[in-house]
T-cell receptor, first 113, second 112 residues
Framework: DAGVIQSPRHEVTEMGQEVTLRCKPI?????LFWYRQTMMRGLELLIY????????DSGMPEDRFSAKMPNASFSTLKIQPSEPRDSAVYFC???????????FGSGTRLTVV | SQQGEEDPQALSIQEGENATMNCSYK?????LQWYRQNSGRGLVHLIL?????REKHSGRLRVTLDTSKKSSSLLITASRAADTASYFC????????????FGKGTHLIIQP
């Protein structure tokens, strides 16, 4: 298995633009998580899907953020419009069970200028 | 919110020495996990300890858990330069729909 695959690895965009981050979880994993990592706040859970259904999106910072999981092998995190304070590394992780071991992707480093 | 808090924030030791990192948390847990993150990479799972376990070993790693003190420690024995990374504890509270909650990590530097 190639692990959790995220794209793009790096994204530089101008303030106000729409940004879409993509994630392919490990086949067979039924839980998918989006995290954001910054120096100031560490790792923050944004949203969690179980069997493609959003279970908890209380960590999504604002309405500018949205996430979808149209099928078991693909998820997107969209920011529209983007702002400089959204600059961070965004990680996707998947797990075969909510409380078990997570496998992380390599992350997307987002820079909003 | 941060559930786990690692201590120290940064640690620098000589190769061959042992490295100990601590984690404190606030609420009851189902399990506690330790992850490692190399610079510019994703987190990698190291070890999981359940709330009814007190100690667990995996290779050069030893993890302890004290639920009465709500704390855990990660010991890396005979450290190597390749162990240089950030180490995070993560807690699973088991209730509701929360994912793992991570601390801010300990940055470990092994001096060759």
């Amino acid at each position: 298995d190639a692990g959790v695959i995220q794209s793009p690895r790096h994204e530089v965009t101008e303030m106000g633009q729409e940004v879409t981050l993509r994630c392919k979880p490990i086949s067979g994993h039924n839980s998918l998580f989006w995290y954001r990592q910054t120096m100031m706040r560490g790792l923050e859970l944004l949203i969690y899907f179980n069997n493609n259904v959003p279970i908890d999106d209380s960590g999504m910072p604002e309405d500018r953020f949205s996430a979808k999981m149209p099928n078991a092998s693909f998820s997107t995190l969209k920011i529209q419009p983007s702002e400089p304070r959204d600059s961070a590394v965004y990680f996707c992780a998947s797990s075969s069970d909510r409380g078990k071991v997570y496998t992380f992707g390599s992350g997307t480093r987002l820079t909003v200028v | 919110s941060q559930q786990g808090e690692e201590d120290p924030q940064a640690l620098s030791i000589q190769e061959g020495e042992n490295a100990t990192m601590n984690c404190s948390y606030k609420t009851s847990i189902n399990n506690l996990q330790w992850y490692r993150q190399n610079s510019g990479r994703g987190l990698v799972h190291l070890i999981l300890i359940r709330s009814n376990e007190r100690e667990k070993h995996s290779g050069r790693l030893r993890v302890t858990l004290d639920t009465s003190k709500k704390s855990s420690s990660l010991l890396i024995t005979a450290s190597r330069a390749a162990d240089t990374a950030s180490y995070f504890c993560a807690t699973d509270s088991g209730g509701g729909a929360d994912g793992l909650t991570f601390g801010k990590g300990t940055h470990l530097i092994i001096q060759p």
